[in-house]
C-alpha cells in the first residue's frame, strides 16, 4: 500500500509527458469482480512511440502481469491542460501577428494550473502589445471557433502553412491542429475542441530568460477567474486601507504629498544645517593660522554629513573640517580642507589618520575625504587628535 511503481499497459488512454505537455494522472483499478486492486496515476510519461510509463501509487489490492485495468483519466485536469494548450498555440499566432513573423517558439509548458511559453524576440514587449495579445487570444476565444485535427503527410501539411518546431524530428506522417483562418501547427497534443471552451486568457508575466529568448507566463479558465479574484480582492483591501473607493487617486495624492514633504524636509535639513554650521564656526581653532573644526554631530547620515561641511567651508572660506556622526552605531568620518591649504594639508591624510585612531578605515582625495568606524568609544579620542595632526602639517 501507498508503494510508488512504474506500469506499462498494452493500450491506454492517459497522455504522455511530452512536447511540453504534462502528462495525465488519474486512476486504475481492477476489471475484475471483486479484484479490489486500486491506484492513482501520479505521471504518464512517453517513453516512445506507442509505449508509455504510468507512475502509480497503490492503495488497494495487488497488480500481476497481464492483469487488466479500468483506466480512468482525471477528466477536469485533462481539460484544463487542452485550455491552455490550445491558448498556448492561439498566443503565438497572436505574437507573430502583432510582434513579428520572427517569434518561433524555443520551448513550452503546459500544465492543469498555467501555460508557459518561450520565443524568438530581442525587445522588451510594451504594455500596449501584452495588452493587444491578451485582446487578440481573448476575441478568438469569444468566437468560439471549432479546432481542427487532421492526419496528412508531412510535406502537405508543410505545404499547407502549418507551423514546425524547429529542430523537431517528424516522421512521414503528422497530426496538424488548426483554428481555421488564425492558427496551423504540427501538434500530438491534447486540445480543446472550440476555443471557446478555454474561458478568460489572461497574460500574469513576461520577461526575457536568455538572449534572444522572451518568455511568457499565462492562465485560463479558472486559473485566470481565480487570479481576477485575488486581484480584486487585493484592490478592495487597498481601498479599505485608504478608506477610498478611489484608490488609484488617492495613491497619486499621498505620492505627491510625499515628495512636497521630502521636499520640505530638505529645505529644512538645509536650515538646520545653516544653524549648526554657525554654532561650530564658534568653536573653530587657530593652529598656526589655519582654522580647524572638528567636531561630533550625531544622527546624521553621510549625505546631511557633506551638507554640513558644505556650509561650514562656505562660511570658514579658508580652513580644515573633519566632522564624526553615530548613526545606529556606526560612526561616518568626514574631512574637508579649502583647495588654499592643501598643498600642505590634505584630506585624505587626515582622514586616514583619523579613521586609523578610531580603529576604522578612511581616505580620500586632497579637498575631501570619508571614512567610517563600528568602535564608538574611540571616536571622541579620534577627534581630538585631529588638532595634533594639523599642527604637525602646518609645521612641515
Known amino acids: 500500500k501507498d508503494e510508488e511503481v512504474e506500469v506499462f499497459l498494452d493500450k491506454t488512454p492517459f497522455y504522455g509527458e511530452s512536447g511540453g505537455q504534462a502528462g495525465d494522472t488519474g486512476e486504475l483499478t481492477s476489471s475484475a469482480s471483486g479484484g479490489g486492486f486500486r491506484a492513482f496515476v501520479t505521471d504518464t510519461k512517453k517513453v516512445i512511440e506507442g509505449l508509455h510509463s504510468h507512475i502509480i501509487k497503490i492503495k488497494d489490492g495487488k497488480l500481476r502481469v497481464w492483469d487488466r485495468v479500468i483506466c480512468s483519466v482525471d477528466t477536469r485536469r485533462r481539460k484544463a491542460i487542452m485550455s491552455n494548450h490550445t491558448a498556448t498555440h492561439l498566443l503565438q499566432a497572436s505574437l507573430q501577428n502583432i510582434i513579428g513573423e520572427h517569434v518561433k517558439q524555443a520551448g513550452s509548458l503546459v500544465a492543469p494550473d498555467r501555460l508557459r511559453f518561450d520565443f524568438t524576440h530581442f525587445f522588451p514587449i510594451s504594455r500596449d502589445e501584452i495588452r493587444s495579445i491578451e485582446d487578440t487570444v481573448n476575441q478568438k476565444i469569444l468566437e468560439n471557433t471549432n479546432v481542427e485535427t487532421s492526419v496528412m503527410d508531412i510535406k502537405d501539411a508543410v505545404a499547407s502553412g502549418a507551423t514546425a518546431l524547429f529542430g523537431e524530428k517528424y516522421g512521414e506522417t503528422v497530426r496538424v491542429v488548426k ?9 500530438g497534443g491534447t486540445h480543446c475542441k472550440a476555443t471557446g471552451d478555454i474561458g478568460p486568457f489572461v497574460i500574469v508575466s513576461e520577461g ?4 534572444g529568448i522572451s518568455r511568457i507566463e499565462a492562465l485560463t479558465g ?3 477567474f481565480d487570479y481576477f479574484r485575488k486581484e480584486d480582492e487585493e484592490l478592495r483591501k ?4 485608504l478608506k477610498t ?10 505620492l505627491a504629498d510625499m515628495k512636497e514633504m521630502e521636499r520640505e524636509a530638505e529645505r529644512l535639513k538645509g536650515r538646520a544645517a545653516s544653524e ?10 587657530d593652529i598656526g593660522g589655519v582654522k580647524v573644526i572638528s567636531c561630533r554631530v550625531d544622527g546624521l547620515e553621510k549625505k546631511d554629513l557633506r551638507i554640513l561641511a558644505d556650509n561650514l567651508k562656505d562660511k570658514l572660506g579658508s580652513g ?12 561616518a568620518f568626514l574631512s574637508m580642507v579649502t583647495k588654499d591649504l592643501t598643498k600642505k594639508i590634505k584630506a585624505g591624510e587626515i582622514l586616514k589618520k583619523v579613521a586609523e585612531i578610531a ?19 574611540k571616536l571622541d579620542k579620534a577627534l581630538e587628535a585631529v588638532y595634533d595632526i594639523i599642527r604637525k602639517q602646518v609645521k612641515s
Open 179 to 187: 483554428v481555421p483562418g488564425f492558427s496551423s501547427e504540427l501538434c
Open 238 to 241: 487597498i481601498s479599505d486601507m
Open 208 to 211: 526575457s530568460v536568455a538572449s
Open 245 to 254: 473607493e478611489k484608490p488609484l487617486e488617492r495613491v497619486e495624492k499621498l
Open 276 to 285: 549648526s554650521s554657525a554654532a561650530l564656526i564658534e568653536k573653530a581653532m
Open 320 to 331: 580644515v573640517i573633519v566632522l564624526a556622526s553615530d548613526r545606529n552605531g556606526e560612526a
Open 359 to 377: 580603529g576604522g578605515r578612511g581616505g580620500g582625495k586632497p579637498e575631501m575625504a570619508e571614512g567610517g568606524t563600528k568602535d564608538i568609544a
Open 222 to 224: 479558472i486559473s485566470a
